[in-house]
């Protein structure tokens, strides 16, 4: 068989198994977190989270999530050998000013621990 007509076959099966990909995931919340850190702001932002309120009275829900999405895991300093809760230090922006955000990941909830600013 020529090259050329391997290399058509090649397209046209290729060109079908991404059509049946698009309709099998589509409107379906999927997506590609490979890495630890997306691992762990996806799991996060996924569960419900509680906060006390002496600490900060304006981080709310809104506040939580957007800070979600510009943060990152410090894994140095955060716990995660525990069983139950895992502690995760997250470094990231809030009101343009860095921030630091210590929560213990449990199994249904997210607690925040502790709020502060940092200096950069």
């Not at 090649?10 to 049946?20: A, D, N, P, R």
Request: aromatic share 14%.
């Amino acid at each position: 068989m020529k090259l050329l007509y391997r290399l058509g076959f090649y397209m046209i099966g290729f060109s079908i198994g991404l059509i049946f990909l698009a309709v099998i995931l589509k409107g379906k919340k999927t997506s590609c977190n490979y890495g630890p850190n997306d691992r762990v702001i996806s799991n996060l932002s996924k569960k419900n989270w509680s906060l006390n309120q002496s600490i900060d009275p304006e981080f709310d829900s809104i506040a939580f999530h957007s800070f979600l999405t510009k943060s990152n895991v410090d894994f140095g300093k955060s716990d995660t050998l525990k069983d139950s809760c895992k502690t995760y230090l997250l470094n990231g922006y809030w009101r343009e000013q860095p921030f630091t955000l210590r929560v213990e990941n449990c199994e249904k909830e997210v607690r925040v621990l502790e709020l502060s600013y940092r200096s950069e």
